[in-house]
């Protein structure tokens, strides 16, 4: 389940020049900062993966459970806030 999602943060971590090359090496480094999205989401719904260069940033929103849902009461303020985040 989470394999194949934690393959894509490697993959984007290599691409985006992090300096951590692994979700699970971001995990042990702490290298994982709360990325609050409000909405009444917990501040910590959604981490940014410190170590990426300011113009690559990367942000993981976990979710709930095992289905294929929408999430839309997550995914649209995170969606959001990583957008607006990206502004000059």
Do not use: W
């Amino acid at each position: 389940m989470f394999a194949g999602t934690k393959t894509a943060i490697d993959r984007a971590l290599k691409v985006n020049g992090c300096t951590n090359n692994t979700y699970d090496s971001a995990v042990a480094a702490g290298a994982l900062q709360d990325f609050p999205i409000g909405s009444n989401n917990a501040d910590s719904t959604c981490k940014q993966l410190t170590g990426c260069p300011a113009l690559y940033p990367l942000v993981v929103c976990a979710l709930p459970g095992n289905q294929h849902g929408t999430h839309d009461s997550i995914v649209n303020p995170g969606f959001s806030t990583f957008l607006l985040g990206l502004e000059p």
